[in-house]
Nanobody
Framework: QVQLVESGGGLVQAGGSLRLSCAAS????????MGWFRQAPGKEREFVGAISWSGGSTSYADSVKDRFTISRDNAKNTVYLQMNSLKSEDTAVYYC??????????????????WGQGTQVTVSS
């Protein structure tokens, strides 16, 4: 059974930082692209970024580029989302997800086979 478990969310002041983790089990982690998405109340789930199976390639939404960084440790079956310079508009539930599709599909929610349960990030202004 595939499980993706996010952790590290919480309350942070604007301008602060958080690091989210997503621990995977039940899948060949190193053969999956890992994505991060977020969903704010009343809004659709949106793409934050993704990282290739090897960690050698990443892609980010324009809204988080230069502030957020995705990395992974295949030995630990874990992917990370380092979030810096947080803004109130970053407040959302953050989800990790896994796919084996190519880069052109990374930003689409339908591309992902497996999802975590999400972790809340709240940025106070």
């Amino acid at each position: 059974q595939v499980q993706l478990v996010e952790s590290g969310g919480g309350l942070v002041q604007a301008g602060g930082s958080l690091r989210l983790s997503c621990a995977a089990s039940g899948l060949a982690f190193s053969s999956y692209v890992m994505g991060w998405f977020r969903q704010a109340p009343g809004k659709e789930r949106e793409f934050v970024g993704a990282i290739s199976w090897s960690g050698g390639s990443t892609s980010y939404a324009d809204s988080v580029k230069d502030r957020f960084t995705i990395s992974r440790d295949n030995a630990k079956n874990t992917v990370y989302l380092q979030m810096n310079s947080l803004k109130s508009e970053d407040t959302a539930v953050y989800y990790c997800a896994a796919t084996q599709k190519g880069r052109e599909y990374w930003s689409g929610t339908l591309s992902y086979n497996y999802w975590g349960q999400g972790t809340q990030v709240t940025v106070s202004s």
